[in-house]
């Protein structure tokens, strides 16, 4: 419990100090009052009304939730009615530790971080499931069960927009009728503005329907909803008012009556104060804790003179067997208790040994002693309190007469010997208290952190570490759940944040650290897993690290958060899932870290709808975008248009004298000579046209020159020319010449057509003329000899390998870029990158290929640098991620290929074990690789242990032994008691 006081303290200074431009969804602060649910429920107990508020703390940097308490929670403690043992004290009004982070501006936001500030009482685990605002004007906790919820009103203040005080009955009750109206038994008016309800009846106080009253000092109310206070039981008191439960009178004192305001014990026959307070005596100070003398409350006389007539001072009036009741001295006999005996001295008729006229009562107050119902039972004990009847142990069959048969003796330590009357008796003490007194009239309960196992007890032992008294004080218990205690007798400790322990775990000395992914406050019985969005990638957080913008969590108990893909990105912390980026849109990869926004293609790229790599493709030569940036779509040129280059936004018509008769072209084909280019109709066959338009654009054909036209070269405007007399076009149509007949050749008339041919007659093939006017003889040619054609054809010389270009048409190899690290770019001629494969890496820019991943890290696809695997995790060769250690095994090293079986001696019990656990001394366990805490066996019959984490047990050396126990720390001496099992009580 150390560490409270440093956690106190932080938390004051989250409120202490919120920043001046900071501002909470939800700040402000709100009053919830109880309108219904079980009267028993700890949170009706303390939870009465108490004050909720948002707040921005400048040192934790986040908004944060503080439940408050009613400063009427301060007299209040919860537990079964009349329990003193097991009541617990509420949190009080200036509690510190009620308070919670709240992680976000939404409702779901708000009510997370009530529930755990809520759950941030002691008793949380056991009665608190969940707990939110119910619309604005009502708040819910959750019990466990069949346990009805608890239902509260606003009745005062606001928190922000979602919570505000409620504007009428109904929106203040909902459906508890009860609430509404009515002037029910255990309940009582709350008016706030023009709106009055009925409010549970808190506990310390009763309530009529009309009106709330403290319970006055002497009286409890243990539970919510009480319509009447109830007295406190004997031997309990309550100095003060409003409370729920009676405090226990300290050791050695006592109340004898019920609704008592203090407690008394006797010293030598003289009262004193030892707790509360007397009204008839207000100014003495209570002897605990500070002032307890080192004198041990005793049997003691007072003398005294009757100053009126014995007759009327009892019910059953033993003194008037007594010869006189005038003027008698009066001896008062009163015992450490302050119980009390009043006999006659010096009569003859009631002064007798054998025949005592005895009134017997107590104190009830410093000054007032008073009979009890049991005192006027008319009968007298044989031996006085504190005393017990022994047989005189000679008396047997060999001696059938002693001078005395029986006599009174000290009651022995470890007993008890009260009562009177009928009702004396002298008993062992019960389990959970004890005796050290000769002549006890009563047992004592074990106090503080010590139990008494058996009956009979003189003193009460300590627990052993990890251990705590149960709340009968007759055994020892293991610590409860979320609490651990390392030193025999100590109190358990809360265990620290970051760390769990759950109900029977271990021996309860120690407590486990949350596995990565999951983090825990302080005390936690379990731990809890990381939310979506979140990541706690260490053993033993705290609290859980929202994942930045560009990476996410999708699920629960993540250890890390993952980088969003190429072609996704998250442009908000807390983030489960990542964004697909828009057709027309990329993400640029930035290191490691993921994007948190998309980039829109540029002008004459596209990246389609289906597209499933993050590339902005070239739009090739032939072919549009149709938009500037952003575009998701690259159509073909249609017929007649061209795009000479990539990257085009628009096709352009093609002019006159050139043609494209297909979609997608990059050029315009030129109408070769003796052709002019037209529309798919071609030339008309009369009109301005016939012959062709020289300013025609977007021509889908060319068409030939008609009958005896030509058009002589490809730079010609685009009209036919008629060819005169005289000359040879050669072609029918789609001439380009019109020239005359060389020498060898003429040009003859066709009769049939008549008309004129169109070409000259010429030498047959294999033969030539070699001058003008030749005869029509041809002369072959020389064997060997041709005419070839001559060209020059482009070779593009191609990007060398890591390197890329992404527009065509790159004039110079300094166009080509060097791929980025993370991605490679394979062999030459490369249009793009290709990010790295899962399990590989490339730190290195300007790379065709990269590298394989190393045992011990993980390389997701695009990895620059491998990432180490955390503690409790493994890789092995070329893997994308880090896989868990599974339970069986554990990993205490980062950069691990392989997980180590859990060595002999402990278990793991969890994944991602980093630290196995030890079994606890008493036990062991040989094997490896085991993950259960059953895996540690119990020393066998005599054979024992005293340390942590052990493969074997000694076996008990000779004279020693463990009397058929197993699961032992240490050998006894075969003369000695084993624990639990005292020596026999005996007469001294």
Known sequence: MAGLPLLALTLLALFAAPAAAQTCAHAGEATLTLTSGSNQDPYAVCFPQFKVS??????????????????????????????????????????????????????????????????????SSSFVEGASFDGANRAVINSPGNTPDLTFAVTAGSLGSAVATAASAADACGSVAACASGTTAGRYPVTFGSVTINALCPAGHECDGSSKTACAAGWQATFAGGSACAECAVDTYADDTGNSHCTPCPAYSHAHFTGSTGCLACFFGEPKLVAGTFADDAGAT???????????????????????????CSVNNPFAKCSTTQSKVLAIETDGSCAVRVFVLGDSQCSQVEDLAVVQGAYKTL????????????????????????????????????????????????????????????????????????????????????????????????????????????????????????????????????TYREADGGDGTECTKCAPGSWSA?????????????????????????????????????????????????????????????????????????????????????????ATDNKCQSCPAGYETKKASAADTCTPCARGFFAAAPNTVTCSACPATRYTEAVGQKSCKQCPAGFVSTTDAGLPASGANALGNPAITASTKCSACPYRTFRPSIIAINTCTACPTGRETKLASGASTCVACIPGTVLLFNATANRLNTNCTACPAGTFTAAPGASLQCTPCAAGSAVSDTGNQLNCIECPVGTYSEMTG???????????????????????????????????PGQGACKACPPGFACPAGSVNPKPCAAGFFADMKQPFCRECPKGQFQDQTKQRACKPCPAGAYCPNTKTITPVKCPAGTFNKNLGTSTATSCAKCPINSANNLVGQQTCKQCSTGTWTGRLTGQTKCWSTSQALPNQPAATRRR
């Open 367 to 498: 000054t007032t002693i008073e009979s009890r119902a049991s005192d006027l039972v008319d009968e007298l004990s044989q031996c006085p309190a504190g005393t017990e009847l022994e047989a005189n142990k000679q008396k047997d069959a060999d001696t059938p007469v002693v001078f005395v048969d029986q006599a009174c003796g000290p009651c022995e330590p470890g007993k008890k010997c009260g009562g009177s009357g009928a009702a004396r008796f002298a008993d062992l003490c019960p389990p959970g208290s004890y005796s050290n007194l000769w002549g006890a009239l009563d047992c004592s309960t074990c106090q503080d952190l010590t139990a008494a196992i058996t009956s009979g007890s003189v003193k009460c032992q300590e627990c052993a570490a990890g251990t705590t008294p149960s709340a009968d004080k007759k055994t020892c218990v293991l610590c409860p759940v979320g609490t651990y205690n390392t030193v025999p007798g100590d109190a358990c400790q809360a265990c620290p944040a970051g």
């Open 810 to 844: 790159a004039k110079a190899l300094g166009d080509c870029k060097l791929a980025p690290a993370g991605n490679y770019a394979e062999g030459t001629g490369n249009d793009g990158f290709t990010p790295c494969l899962a399990g590989t890496y490339q730190d290195k």
């Open 54 to 123: 948002v707040a921005y703390s400048a040192e934790a940097k986040m908004c944060v939730l503080k439940v408050t308490p009613d400063v009427m929670a301060n007299n209040l403690k919860y537990g079964e009615a009349n329990s003193t043992n097991g009541a617990k004290d509420c949190p009080k009004s200036t509690a510190t530790t009620l308070v919670a982070p709240v992680e976000g501006d939404d409702a779901d936001a708000l009510n997370f971080a009530l529930v755990r500030a809520l759950r941030a009482a002691s008793f």
């Open 522 to 610: 302080l005390g936690a019985g379990e731990c809890t897993l990381c939310l979506a969005g979140y990541a706690a990638p260490d053993e033993g957080s705290t609290s859980c690290q929202a994942c930045p913008a560009g990476s996410f969590s999708p699920i629960a108990g993540s250890h890390e958060c993952d980088v969003c893909e190429p072609g996704s990105f998250s442009n908000t912390t807390a983030s489960s899932s990542c964004y697909k980026c828009l057709p027309g849109f990329i993400t640029v990869a930035n290191g490691d870290a993921g994007a948190t926004e998309c980039t829109a293609c540029g002008k004459g790229t596209f990246r389609a709808a289906n």
């Open 286 to 312: 209570p002897l605990f804790p500070d002032n307890m003398p080192s004198e041990q409350p005793s049997t003691g006389y007072r003398i005294f003179t009757a100053d009126t007539d014995l007759a009327t």
